[in-house]
């Protein structure tokens, strides 16, 4: 498997879930670092257990769609895999490069893709993403979208939909504490928005003026960092609500489980942009682990992940997302059953044990074609 999304600890947990099984040999590519734009993603080693992870240096650091490992080719000849796991978009150098070298070896290939929106690349993408549809053995297809977009562009092969990732039920879970914590004196309804970055397209700018309006004792967290944050530290203050606001700045994988657990509920108040709709939301599923009752707007993949175990309102809505924020901080039981259902929703279908078993029923349908 080639993977620069396996440099976080926390998803790791995946590649021991898939090495657990008898029939599989799992050897992961991963590079050094990933220089993305929120800041540099550097290798945590925090589950290792059961296969062989492999750190090569790569090329074009950070440039999504030219980066690649230089070292493939050779890596390929000593391992002799019999499918090579690309974990990367179609129309990248580095997927159309891992086809051709794992040809040269007998391997069959496969590739991962979060792509909801047709788009039209340029030359030479627009090529390598052609080739890589049509010699390419399976796809894995992480959104129900995904499958209509790529079919609309030619891919003809099998696929199955799984998320890239699941989540360990074992470190998202309830904290002990949670009950006893919430009947601390002055603590109020604690709301929180968890993004890698804060980006126009992610509403946090909706939360805020939805926050705004409700009454009592509240406070709101917000993890992440990104180019919206001054705007939205002085949406804050204009709304005068800055005191309740906390901009906690970026959180650490390994950190989520706890962070998660301090909230009353998670909001994910994304918006569809012309470039972009919402892939998954995998926080969803990390605060749903946690028993944290979730809210989303209903932009790409996120009802479909968050089903009857949280609230949906209409993308921009802020009246909408303040109405189910009060439902939620004045009845308490339904929030909790939400917050149960939640987990029982990811137990059913986000473990990262159960997206493992998937994965590795793809490769047994790989080699069994």
Partial sequence: MLSKACLVGAYQSKL???AQFDDVELTVIVPP??????????????HTQGYRLLVDPIRFNGQFHTYHFPKLKQRLAEIRPDIVHIDEEPYNLATWLALRQARQVGAKTLFFTWQNLEKQYPPPFRYMEKEVLAGVDYAIMGNQEAVCVWQKKGYKGPYRVIPQFGVDPDLFC????RDAARRGAGRGFIMGAANRRLL???????LLRAAAGLP????????????????LMQLARDLGIAERVFFDGPISSLEMP????????LVLSSRTMPNWKEQFGRVLIEAMACETAVV???SGEIPHVIGDAGLVFEEEDITGLREQLMTLMTQRERRDSLGRHGRERVLQYYTQQQIAAQTVAVYRDILAQ
């Fill in 16 to 18: 021991e879930e898939i």
């Fill in 216 to 231: 009592g004792i509240w406070r709101l967290h917000i993890a992440g960092d990104g180019p919206s944050r001054p705007s």
């Fill in 33 to 46: 670092v990933w220089l993305d734009p929120a800041g540099p993603v550097e290798l945590e080693r925090a």
């Fill in 174 to 177: 309830p904290p002990p504490q």
């Fill in 200 to 206: 126009p397209e992610k509403g946090v700018d909706v």
């Fill in 258 to 265: 706890t962070y998660l657990q301090q909230l009353d509920v």
């Fill in 296 to 298: 989303g707007a209903n």
